[in-house]
């Protein structure tokens, strides 16, 4: 499973740290992603790493401004997110790839709220 | 705008079926994968690849490509079925992914 945390209230030009803890899989081999949600609103693609976690894939509203890293040794995927717009406010998940950009196991979520 | 495009409703009798589309540049040469979304749960993949549906989800879920349009094909819907659907593929430029804008279907 995954679990997300690091979620919260943070203000327009701050700085948030978002977690997803693996268990129950290799991961040290498995691509992952974060992939966000506003509220009533679709689903967003924002970053994609490797297993291997030399460099990310990002989506362009957040190049930049947002770094995808993960540590193998404690199963676990970060996404940083420096210069918060309010338009970053949503429900944040991560993903397993499956491989060729099937996403086979998903988190419960991480809600982030940026005020203005 | 998305770089894959999906029709934002549809609706289907139960019992019959429903083809559910997303078209991009992209998908031309790579397969989308579906996703199904229910109220207040985390998406859950229901199709995949060539012609791949993951364990558990039922069969009569389905789905084609042709040109720069993939497909998800539902036989028989089911109440239980009335959800959002997104598909999902590799970008056109660069290193890029992309989530269609999702569809929302009713089953009457």
């Known amino acids: 499973q995954l679990l997300e945390s690091g979620g919260g209230l943070v203000q327009r030009g701050g700085f948030l740290r978002l977690t997803c803890v693996a268990s129950?899989?290799?991961?040290?081999?498995?691509?992952m992603n974060w992939v966000r949600q506003a509220p009533g609103r679709g689903l967003e693609w924002i970053s994609y790493i490797r297993g291997g976690g030399s460099h990310g894939w990002y989506a362009d509203s957040v190049m930049g401004r947002f770094t995808i890293s993960r540590d193998n040794a404690r199963k676990s995927l970060y996404l940083d997110m420096n210069n918060l717009r309010p338009e970053d406010s949503g429900l944040y998940y991560c993903?397993?790839?499956?491989?060729?950009?099937?996403?086979?196991?998903w988190g419960q979520g991480t809600l982030v709220t940026v005020s203005s | 705008s998305s770089e894959l495009t999906q029709d934002p409703a549809v609706s289907v009798a139960l019992g019959q079926t429903v083809r559910m589309s997303c078209r991009g540049d992209?998908?031309?040469?790579?397969?989308a994968s579906w996703y199904q979304q229910k109220p207040g749960q985390a998406p859950s993949l229901v199709f995949y690849?060539?012609?791949r549906r993951p364990s558990g989800v039922p069969d009569r879920f389905s789905g084609s490509r042709s040109g720069d349009t993939a497909v998800l094909t539902l036989s028989g819907a089911q109440a239980e079925d009335e959800a959002d659907y997104y598909c999902f593929a590799r970008g056109t430029v660069g290193n890029h992914l992309a989530f269609g804008g999702g569809t929302k279907l009713t089953v009457l």
């Open positions: 993903a397993r790839d499956g491989g060729s950009y099937q996403l086979d196991l």
């Open positions: 690849g060539e012609n």
């Open positions: 129950g899989f290799t991961f040290e081999t498995d691509e």
């Open positions: 992209s998908l031309r040469t790579h397969f």
